[in-house]
């Protein structure tokens, strides 16, 4: 059972498999109809010639549009569910049906109203009250073809009643169209704010809220994932230690605000001067961890040359002007000697102890 869906409907894409799986439903409802236009025949009110048109002119629109849903074509029209195509179709070989019987059209009308109502799904009120008034001009220029030539086959007072029924679908249908059109945009509304949640939750699991860098457990995860890979490619690794010194002081004499603010223009200035493929985070206080992928010591302490005059270098504009910046720094590669990531860290730190950018 499950293999012959899997060749019906397809598996790559959730939204196109079940766009086939309404059209599948559809031609179901499709199907009882033709059986019952064969019970038609077997009562006179269909001839055999005018059931096999009609049965052929279904099977071609179904096949048709199976054909344009599984091969993705309908990917490329404004609606890929073709819900619009489907009720047009829906509503002319409505009334062609209408037009051929020789009466008792209440029966197979229904199964047509089952159709049109797939339209609710994704047409919103406008849409289905065009639809609703198309369907009606259909069926009320098939029963006048039939009144003009075949009058005997025209009862006014059953035709009536049947436009009248085929009326309030339009107004009901409308009101379930607007009302699913607007679940919908409420379930699109939810389903960007819960995205937007998980981003939060993500953010909030791996980056530092003061400074948007990764913080602590993110960079430390991420040394280890590189350390695995450097130790299986054969590739060197680096880590740097950057210390800001007398950060401590800055916040007893400035504020503790101007101490996040400086944190955070030190976050900006390393995510510029480091590559896409490395690693920044905030490992301590006042101590930023930057993982080098793919780089060998010595161009490690050139780079953390680089990254302490952007540091230094350059002033802060929340510090007085002649005051500046100073940081330390410390590099270590990582050893195939090496117990774990804190033992290359630990030496990183040691080395910024002794050496002051």
Known sequence: MNASLGLLLPTEDPRQSLRVRRFLLAATVYALAVALMGLYVRQGLLSSPEWQLLSLVILLVNVGLYALLRSGRNERFADPSLTGVQMFLVCLIMGLTMYLLDGGRGGLLLLFLVLLMFGVLRLNARQFTALGGFAL?????????????????????VELLHLVALSTLVPCGGFFASHISRLRRLLRERQID?????????????????TGISNRSAIIAFLEQESRRAERLGQPLSVL??????FKRINREFGHRTGDEILREVARRLRRCVRDIDGLGRYGGEEFLIVLPDTPEEDAIRLGGRLSECIQGQRFSQLPARQRMRCAMGVSPVRQSDEDIWQVIERARAESETTEA
């Open 137 to 157: 001009l259909c069926y009320a220029v098939a029963v006048g073809a039939v009144w003009q030539q075949r009058p005997e086959d025209f009862n006014a007072q």
């Open 194 to 210: 819960l995205q937007r949640a998980r981003e939060e939750v993500h953010d909030l699991r791996v980056l530092d809220p003061l």
């Open 241 to 246: 230690l950057l210390d800001l010194r007398q």
